[in-house]
Nanobody
Framework: QVQLVESGGGLVQAGGSLRLSCAAS????????MGWFRQAPGKEREFVAA????????YLAESAKGRFTISRDNAKNTVYLQMNSLKPEDTAVYYC?????????????????WGQGTQVTVSS
């Protein structure tokens, strides 16, 4: 069982930056692939970014490439999402998610554990 707690959301002007953090419980954090998803009002939840358990590789949605960076610190059981050049369309609740590491399922899905979410609002 993994418990996830996000932090770092808030209100920012367009063009600004935020760094989201997700702290995970447990002693085997490096076994888990970690992802960030978001859900805007009236829309389905969508994949944003993910990083494999070892931290060696990451994958970003097209909307995030060039602006967002995902990283993890396995010693701190924490994954981060650095968001730069934010746009109003980035406004959403951002969720951290975890899955036991695997190469059998695309990194964009198959997550078993979810945080409660943190609100990101980008004003124009």
């Amino acid at each position: 069982q993994v418990q996830l707690v996000e932090s770092g959301g808030g209100l920012v002007q367009a063009g600004g930056s935020l760094r989201l953090s997700c702290a995970a419980s447990g002693r085997t954090f490096s076994r888990y692939d970690m992802g960030w998803f978001r859900q805007a009002p009236g829309k389905e939840r969508e994949f944003v970014a993910a990083i494999w358990g070892s931290g060696g590789s990451a994958y970003l949605a097209e909307s995030a490439k060039g602006r967002f960076t995902i990283s993890r610190d396995n010693a701190k059981n924490t994954v981060y999402l650095q968001m730069n050049s934010l746009k109003p369309e980035d406004t959403a609740v951002y969720y951290c998610a975890a899955r036991v590491g695997t190469t059998m399922v695309p990194i964009t899905r198959g997550y078993d554990y979810w945080g409660q979410g943190t609100q990101v609002t980008v004003s124009s």
